[in-house]
């Protein structure tokens, strides 16, 4: 005997919302992020044009590199999670402080 649920809870096909996706794409790019080694630390308010600062970690001392020597590297990520029938959309105020960081975007 087979227990009945709802299309939402069996159909991964059933269209988001816009914030549902957007949740999706920034867990999806957290996980793809870990399996890579990278440190992604999530914006508390999204405000500013930016989800993630991303740590990369830092290189290993050795022959000509000295403990000091070494620099951290780490970036704002802006996530954009899209279906095909949408267009990316990003307002121009975030996209100038993206492009106007220091850091690498």
């Given at each position: 005997m087979s227990q009945k649920t709802s299309a939402t809870e069996v159909n991964p096909?059933?269209?988001?919302?816009?914030?549902e996706l957007g949740e999706a794409g920034e867990?999806?790019?957290?996980?793809l992020a870990a399996r890579a080694r990278l440190f992604a630390n999530?914006?508390?308010?999204?405000r500013t044009?930016?989800?993630?600062?991303?740590?990369f970690p830092m290189p290993e001392a050795?022959?000509?590199?000295?403990?000091?020597a070494r620099r951290p590297t780490l970036c704002k990520i802006q996530v954009k999670a899209t279906t095909d029938?949408?267009?990316?959309?990003?307002r121009l105020s975030s996209a100038e402080r993206l492009a106007k960081q220091e850091a690498p975007i």
């Open positions: 096909m059933i269209p988001l919302t816009a914030d867990l999806q790019f957290a996980d999530k914006s508390q308010r999204d044009g930016w989800d993630y600062v991303v740590e050795g022959p000509g590199i000295s403990l000091d029938r949408e267009p990316v959309r990003l």
